[in-house]
């Protein structure tokens, strides 16, 4: 029977290596208010969580000065995603 692992190459460990520690290095708190700490924008599935946020305000449920300070940086508003368009169309 054939062996299905691979073995990856040194340079592909190295890599891999690196960019666990550049992660590591750009851990800041979720912007979606909650302060857990993560690598990214949001923690795994908060992007949702500001997404829905974003969505009340949108329907009036919720006032845009009530929204968590974290999302309401314009470094969120920039770029083409679906939260930064949001965010976009609800300041304007
Ligand atoms: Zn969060």
Redesign the pocket.
Known sequence: MENKTVKRSSAARIAAKRKAAARLSHVRP???????P?ART??QG?GA??HSALMKVQRHELKFEDLPSTLRTPELAKGDGLIARLLRKLEA
Do not use: Q
Request: glycine share 16%.
């Open positions: 979720c912007a979606c208010g909650c302060g857990k993560t949001f923690a908060h969580k500001a």
